[in-house]
C-alpha cells in the first residue's frame, strides 16, 4: 500500500465524520466524509492457499458477505482457469438473486424508505424502521420479516450457512439443488415478486404521490452530472452475477465495456492528502478533481448507476417499472434508448426496481430445469497464476484480483469494494447538501438531515462506522472555517 | 487462533431452541472477533449432552439480521467488543450488561450497523409486530483496543479477557464443563 504524508492541520480521521471547510467568505469550499479504513487485509491474505479466500473475504464485512463470496468465488475460476458448467452458474446466481431480495429490502425499509416515509424533516430518533411500521402499519413490518427470513432460508440452503456462506468452490459449487428445494423456491420467488411488487406501490403512493417529494428528487441540490457503472450481459441487460463491465458517459454514451480482468486498465486511483481513502476514477477520462461533467473522470456504480449503464432489464416486470422510471423522471428517449437519470434520491427507487429484477430472476433460474443437474464439483486441474472476479454488490461493482504461486499460494491480493466506487460522487453530495445549507457563515436548519439524506442514496458500507454509538449510523458534521479553526460542531444519533 | 480452527468456524450447534450463547464478531479483525472467540472456547469446555438446551453460534451481523437469529429463543447470551473512546478505554475491561444498559448507554459494537438498524430498534419492531423476542439478556462487552487490522490474534490485553468472560459465563449459568 502507498503511504501518504498527512499534514497535520488538514489530517481528518474519525467514523462516520463529516468535515467542512469554508471560504473567506464563510462559504462551503470543501466537505469531506470519513470513514475508517480497514488495514492489512492483503498482508494477512498472502501466504494462504488461494481456494481459502471464499470463506475468508465473506468475513471482511458483516452487512454482504454473499457478495465478497461471489467475487471470490469467480476470482478462483480465473485464477484456475476452469469456466464453470452452466448448473454452477445457475445455482450462484440463484443464490445470488436471494441476496439481493434480503439487501435491498432492509435498505429500502430501514434506511433509505424512512428519509420518505416519515419525511426528511423528522425527528431523527424516529426515523428508523420503528417510524416507517409506526406509520405505515404492522402488516407491513411483518411483510418486510417475512421477506428476509424466506431469502435467508434460499441463501442457506444454497450457500450452507445463513450468514457467512461456504458453498464457492473453484469452478464449482459445493452442493446441488434437490427437487424439493427447487419447489421451495419457486414458492418463495412468487412472493418476492409480490413483495418486491407492494413495495414499488408504496414507493408510488407515499413518494410519487407527494409533489414534494418529487420535487426534491429532481431539485438540483441531489443532482450531479457523472459518469455510471455497472454489469451487463449480452444485450446490455443488467445482470449483478456476471458479464461486461459498462461505463456509460453524462449523456448516456458508452465510454467502454470491458471484461473485469481489465479493470486495471480502466481504472485508477486517486490519493488525497487529506484523506486515507482512495477515489477511483477512469484512466479513459482522467482525474480533474471532484466535479461533474463529460471532462470528470468520477463515476457512480449504484443501483441508479446500473440502470442508466444498461438498455434495460433482462426480465419483464422490472422492464416495465425501469420504462416508468425514466419516463416519470423525464427521460429523453433517443433510438429507443433513454438517456441517464442524475437526480441521486432516484437510487432509491431504482433499488426497488432491482429489488423486482432481482425476486423474477430467482423464479426464472428455479424453474430452469438445469437448475437440477447434480454435476456441480469439478476436478480442477490447470496450474493456478492469476484471477480477477467480479460482481455488482448491492453498493457497487465488486472485484477481487489474486496472484499465486504455482501451488495456488496467494502472493497478491487486490480488492475494490462497492462503496470505494463511490467515494468521490459520496463527498460530492455532501458538499452539494453542505452548499445549499450554509452561506456567509450562517448554517440553515436541517443541514444534518440532508447531508445525511445525500449519502444515505448510495448506501455506503460503512459498518465498522458504528463504534459505541446508538441508533443508525452516527453522523457529526464539524465546520472549520478559512484558518481551520473549529467553529461549529452537529451530531446526530450520538448521546 | 490458529488458521485452521477459523476455518473450522462454520459450526451450529442446535438441540433444543432454549438459550442461545451468541458471539459477534469479526474473527479476523484483531480484536473485533473476541465475542466469537468467547463463544467457540465455551463450545469446547460446555457439556453439551448435559445441556440439550442450549444452542452456541457466531455471526458478524447487527441489528435485523442479529435480530432475527435470535428469534425464537427464550435467554440469549451475546458477547461482543466494545469499542470505546480510546482516551478513557482500558482494553481488556469486561462490562455485563442487559438489554436495558443497552438501550440507555453506548451499545456494542455489533449491535449498530451503518446498513441496518440498531439491535434494540430492531428487537422493539419485531415486538411491535407480535413476535415473541428472548425475554431474558445476558450481554457480555469486552472493552477493545484494535478494530481496523486485519489479524487473528487478538491484543495482548483482550486475550486475557477471553478465558475470564469463559468462566464468568460458565459460573452465572452453572453450566457443566465436559
Known amino acids: 500500500m502507498e503511504r501518504i504524508t498527512i499534514d497535520p492541520i488538514t489530517r481528518l480521521e474519525g467514523h462516520g465524520k463529516i468535515e467542512i471547510f469554508l471560504n473567506e467568505e464563510g462559504d462551503v469550499k470543501n466537505a469531506y466524509l470519513q470513514i475508517p479504513e480497514l488495514r492489512g487485509f492483503e498482508q494477512f491474505s498472502i501466504g494462504r492457499p488461494a481456494e481459502e479466500m471464499p470463506r475468508i473475504t465473506n468475513r471482511i464485512c458483516g452487512v454482504c458477505p454473499e457478495a465478497h463470496h461471489m467475487a471470490a468465488t469467480k476470482a478462483l475460476d480465473a485464477l484456475f482457469d476452469i469456466d464453470p458448467a452452466p448448473v454452477v452458474k445457475k445455482l450462484r446466481e440463484l443464490f445470488y438473486s436471494a441476496f439481493y431480495v434480503t439487501d435491498h429490502t432492509v435498505h429500502f425499509y430501514a434506511l433509505g424508505g424512512p428519509d420518505f416515509v416519515l419525511g426528511p424533516d423528522s425527528n431523527p430518533a424516529e426515523r428508523n424502521i420503528l417510524g416507517v411500521i409506526h406509520k405505515v402499519g404492522v402488516d407491513i413490518g411483518i411483510q418486510v420479516i417475512e421477506c428476509r427470513k424466506r431469502n435467508h432460508e434460499v441463501i442457506k440452503m444454497l450457500g450452507g450457512r445463513g450468514v457467512h456462506p461456504v458453498a464457492g468452490l473453484p469452478g464449482g459449487w459445493s452442493k446441488s439443488l434437490t427437487k424439493e428445494e427447487r419447489d421451495t423456491i419457486l414458492d418463495f420467488s412468487q412472493k418476492n415478486i409480490d413483495f418486491a411488487l407492494f413495495s414499488l406501490k408504496i414507493f408510488d403512493d407515499i413518494v410519487l404521490a407527494n409533489q414534494a417529494y418529487v420535487d426534491l428528487i429532481v431539485s438540483d441540490a441531489f443532482t450531479h452530472k457523472t459518469y455510471y457503472m455497472g454489469t451487463v450481459d449480452d444485450k446490455n441487460q443488467i445482470n449483478f452475477y456476471d458479464g461486461l463491465i459498462r461505463v456509460v458517459g453524462p449523456e448516456g454514451k458508452e465510454l467502454v465495456k470491458y471484461p473485469s480482468k481489465d479493470y486495471a486498465q480502466h481504472i485508477a486511483e486517486r490519493v488525497e492528502p487529506w484523506s486515507y481513502l482512495k477515489f477511483p476514477y477512469l484512466k479513459d477520462v482522467g482525474w480533474n478533481g471532484f466535479v461533474d461533467g463529460v471532462d470528470s473522470g468520477v463515476y457512480c456504480a449504484t443501483p441508479l448507476s446500473r440502470l442508466n449503464a444498461a438498455d434495460g432489464m433482462a426480465t419483464p416486470k422490472a422492464q416495465e417499472h425501469y420504462e416508468r422510471f425514466y419516463e416519470?423522471?423525464?427521460?429523453?428517449?433517443?433510438?429507443?434508448?433513454?438517456?441517464?437519470?442524475?437526480?441521486?434520491?432516484?437510487?432509491?427507487?431504482?433499488?426497488?426496481?432491482?429489488?423486482?429484477?432481482?425476486?423474477?430472476?430467482?423464479?426464472?433460474?428455479?424453474?430452469?430445469?438445469?437448475?437440477?443437474?447434480?454435476?456441480?464439483?469439478?476436478?480442477?486441474?490447470?496450474?493456478?497464476?492469476?484471477?480477477?472476479?467480479?460482481?455488482?454488490?448491492?453498493?457497487?461493482?465488486?472485484?477481487?484480483?489474486?496472484?499465486?504461486?504455482?501451488?495456488?499460494?496467494?502472493?497478491?491480493?487486490?480488492?475494490?469494494?462497492?462503496?470505494?466506487?463511490?467515494?468521490?460522487?459520496?463527498?460530492?453530495?455532501?458538499?452539494?447538501?453542505?452548499?445549499?445549507?450554509?452561506?456567509?457563515?450562517?448554517?440553515?436548519?436541517?443541514?444534518?438531515?440532508t447531508i445525511e439524506m445525500a449519502f444515505r442514496n448510495y448506501d455506503p458500507c460503512m459498518s465498522c462506522a458504528t463504534h459505541s454509538l446508538p441508533g443508525q449510523m452516527p453522523l457529526e458534521v464539524q465546520i472549520k472555517d478559512a484558518e481551520g479553526n473549529l467553529i461549529g460542531t452537529q451530531s446526530q444519533y450520538i448521546d | 487462533m490458529n488458521r485452521e480452527s477459523f476455518l473450522g468456524a462454520g459450526y451450529l450447534f442446535i438441540m433444543d431452541k432454549k438459550t442461545l450463547i451468541i458471539g459477534l464478531g469479526n474473527p479476523i479483525l484483531t480484536d473485533d472477533g473476541v465475542g466469537v472467540k468467547v463463544a467457540l472456547e465455551l463450545e469446547k469446555q460446555i457439556n453439551l449432552e448435559a445441556h440439550p438446551e442450549l444452542t452456541i453460534t457466531e455471526a458478524s451481523a447487527g441489528g435485523l439480521r442479529l435480530m432475527e437469529s435470535l428469534l425464537g429463543y427464550e435467554r440469549v447470551i451475546l458477547i461482543d467488543a466494545f469499542y470505546l473512546n480510546p482516551e478513557s478505554s482500558t482494553p481488556g475491561t469486561i462490562h455485563h450488561l442487559s438489554l436495558d444498559d443497552l438501550r440507555s448507554v453506548s451499545p456494542t459494537q455489533h449491535s449498530t450497523s451503518a446498513h441496518d438498524t440498531s439491535l434494540v430498534t430492531a428487537l422493539d419492531a419485531a415486538e411491535k409486530m407480535g413476535y415473541q423476542i428472548p425475554g431474558e439478556f445476558s450481554i457480555y462487552a469486552v472493552e477493545v483496543e484494535n478494530i481496523l487490522e486485519f489479524s487473528e490474534t487478538p491484543t495482548p490485553a483482550v486475550a486475557k479477557a477471553i478465558p475470564i468472560v469463559v468462566a464468568q459465563i460458565l459460573e452465572e449459568f452453572s453450566f457443566t464443563i465436559r
Open chain 1, 328 to 449: 416519470t423522471l423525464g427521460s429523453q428517449k433517443t433510438a429507443g434508448l433513454y438517456a441517464p437519470v442524475h437526480h441521486r434520491l432516484a437510487t432509491h427507487w431504482a433499488r426497488l426496481v432491482e429489488l423486482l429484477y432481482a425476486a423474477e430472476r430467482m423464479q426464472e433460474l428455479a424453474n430452469d430445469p438445469e437448475i437440477l443437474d447434480p454435476n456441480v464439483r469439478p476436478i480442477v486441474t490447470n496450474t493456478p497464476t492469476e484471477g480477477v472476479g467480479s460482481v455488482e454488490a448491492p453498493r457497487g461493482t465488486l472485484t477481487h484480483h489474486y496472484k499465486t504461486d504455482e501451488n495456488g499460494i496467494l502472493t497478491d491480493v487486490n480488492l475494490i469494494v462497492g462503496t470505494t466506487n463511490n467515494n468521490a460522487p459520496i463527498a460530492m453530495s455532501i458538499k452539494k447538501a453542505a452548499e445549499g445549507l450554509i452561506k456567509g457563515g450562517v448554517v440553515s436548519e436541517g443541514l444534518l438531515n
